[in-house]
């Protein structure tokens, strides 16, 4: 379809999204090329509005609504595929015209999943780096996935062949992403964000038919740490260097980062950045309850400490830190070992900097003391404290004051927390849907909504009783074993009260809460610890739903509205600050009752995985 030339005028950000990217021209061996061709099929399956006007793609002014002449201009950037080495060996006829002018990249880096462990054949398998939009100083980088089989696919590397775009002979070697993984990635990137944790965003969704689709990704900067240890695990540090120069680079643009020193001291700072940055991102993931599968290739995150690839993201409700992830051939880590897997990246980064400053490298061990890596566990407690703080309900200065005039009352609060928070149910772990757990015994968001309401309500003297206390925290999975309070919990829940109004009394500076302290805190508390939580079962039941729906012919428009309110009831987080190009004005939603059936989907899985 051609645009209207007026139309056009509105949608020209968008050709420069053509294949063109910087990591081209700083390490020319990092990446394959392939041409691309327009499919000039699908639907627009999704559009974020509110990213595309923070980016400059789309008039401010634009509707949040889907117009012909915008769907016409996704389709023409996003509707792509590569010609692949498949395609070339059996000459595939190809009309010239949908062929793109620009080759595209699939970038190289470390990747788990491969036998060969130091990059040589892993990378972007089922996508492909659009290029980058740059709009008020920030720069954005967009890749697309689902956009044809690479050679850097496990399935390619297994099979020691081209593969066609599609097949499903070998695992990881089609190419495609299921529409319904792009739906979950689409809803629960948003969802995150809107809760101040740093990630990639879903762009834009198209829908290709048969369950298939493309979905475009975009961030400030979508480098992982893998990108960088590749080259350090092959010892080249020409590519290195000009690798971690590029990434300094676009963050201190972007205001990522800040320097204080200049020449080969920057790079030592970097490794004290980056072990801030990771620590306080993982102490987040592990008081908010998110499984983002941290390892030692650096492929699941970003360089700057983000989530990056929703396909094993999940936003538990309760502490599970038991599950893992059965990927076929492995099992993932664990929620209490991110913390570890986190610091190991850490190290790694001290080595690899060192290096790009020595031109030696010296072996992983020696950089276990490194200053960086020493100062990990300070950064992780600090930041885990506050975090802690912050889902209770206070506010930045009341959590300095706490933090400032009694850490030892924190610490003795985190203790008894936790001593509820990772309680298991009786029995051991066993096999779930996707994977393997021993789910948690409480739920102690239930006690963080509840007690500063109380004390709203009764004042801070009051207290609530050993059996109505076990009661309110007892989670769903509790087995009858698991019903009856102990004289052990007794004493824990008595001192867990204790503690807990010692904290509050500090949070205030003359000791007294007014009752708009209180009811500030409680306010806080209340929309922290919601209890309609998105958890991962649920965010899969509503896409199952939503695709079930569609098949039953629920148009696009309607989804994205429907995706756009689950957005939105996220807004307003405490602290976490967004685009005000999000609309907080009520709007009617098409199908009411499906959008409650899913809200009850919500409720039914709010403890789940």
């Known amino acids: 379809m051609a645009l209207k030339p007026s139309a056009a005028q509105n ?134 996935r689902g956009t044809g089989v690479t050679c850097l696919a496990p399935g390619s590397v297994e099979a020691n062949r081209p593969l066609k775009t599609g097949s499903g002979d070998f695992g990881y070697g089609c190419g495609l992403a299921e529409i319904d993984e792009l739906y979950g990635a689409a809803i629960l990137a948003e969802i995150m964000h809107l809760q101040g944790i740093h990630t990639e965003r879903v762009l834009c969704l198209i829908d290709l038919g048969k369950g298939y689709g493309i979905g ?68 987040t993931l592990d008081i908010d309850y998110i499984f983002a599968w941290l390892d030692w290739d650096g492929d699941n995150v970003l360089t700057d400490a983000g ?43 001290a080595q690899l900097l060192d290096y790009v400053k020595t031109g030696t490298k010296k072996p992983l061990k020696e950089f276990a003391k490194h200053p960086a890596v020493m ?68 739920n102690m968001r239930n006690i963080f909504r509840h007690l500063p309401k109380k004390f709203l309500g009764d004042g801070l003297e009051s207290s609530i009783t050993e059996a109505d206390f076990y009661k309110m925290i007892l989670s769903s999975f509790a087995k009858s074993k698991d019903t009856q309070i102990r004289p052990k919990h007794q004493g824990h829940i008595q001192n867990f009260q204790r503690l807990y109004k010692e904290i509050f009394l500090q949070a205030l500076p003359n ?44 148009d696009h428009q309607t989804v994205q509205s429907i995706i756009d309110q689950f957005t939105v009831n996220h807004l307003d987080f405490p602290e976490v600050k967004v685009s005000s190009y999000y609309s907080r004005k009520p709007k009617s939603l098409a199908k009411p009752d499906l959008f409650s059936k899913l809200l009850n989907l919500v409720e039914e899985h709010q403890e789940d995985i």
């Open 11 to 144: 949608f020209l950000r968008f050709d420069e999204l053509n294949g063109d990217h910087p990591w081209m021209q700083v390490v020319p061996e990092g990446y394959v090329p392939y041409r691309v061709r327009e499919l000039r099929t699908g639907d627009v399956a999704y559009f974020n509005f509110v990213l595309a006007k923070e980016m400059g793609l789309i008039p401010q002014d634009h509707p949040h609504q889907m117009t012909a002449e915008l769907k016409a201009k996704l389709i023409e950037t996003f509707s792509i595929q590569i010609i692949n080495e498949y395609d070339e060996l059996m000459n595939r006829r190809i009309d010239p015209k949908t062929i793109k002018k620009n080759k595209y990249m699939a970038s190289r880096y470390l990747q788990l999943q491969h036998a060969n462990k130091r990059g040589k054949t892993s990378g972007d398998g089922r996508g492909i780096w659009n290029g980058v939009v740059e709009h008020r100083g920030k720069i954005w980088d967009v890749s697309s």
């Open 216 to 283: 475009v990704r975009a961030a400030q900067n979508l480098l992982r740490p893998a990108h960088l240890f590749m080259y350090l695990k092959q010892k080249r540090h020409k590519e290195l260097k000009a690798g971690v120069d590029y990434l300094i680079q676009r963050q201190i643009k972007n205001g990522r980062w800040k320097f204080s020193k200049i020449g080969l001291a920057r790079y030592e700072e970097l490794t004290h950045i980056l072990s801030e940055s990771f620590a306080k991102f993982t102490a």
């Open 307 to 349: 989530i990056i690839d929703y396909g094993s993201v999940r936003q538990f409700g309760l502490r599970h830190d038991q599950y893992r992830y059965d990927d076929v051939e492995r099992f993932s880590t664990n929620l209490n070992e991110q913390r570890t897997k986190a610091k190991l990246l850490v190290q790694v980064f």
């Open 375 to 442: 100062s990990f566990n300070s950064h992780f407690d600090k930041a885990k404290k506050d975090r802690l703080l912050y889902r209770m309900g206070f506010n930045s200065d009341q959590r300095e004051r706490i933090l400032k005039s009694k850490p030892q009352l924190v610490n003795q609060f985190q203790k008894e927390f936790e001593y509820f928070e990772r309680a298991k149910i009786s029995g051991s772990i066993s096999k779930v849907a996707d994977g393997v757990n021993h789910p948690a015994l409480f």
């Open 511 to 554: 000791q007294r809460p007014t009752p708009a302290q209180l009811k500030g805190i409680s306010d806080r508390a209340q929309l922290l610890n919601r209890d309609n939580r998105l958890t991962g079962n649920a965010l899969i039941q509503i896409v199952n739903e939503l695709i079930a729906q569609k098949k039953k012919g629920l």
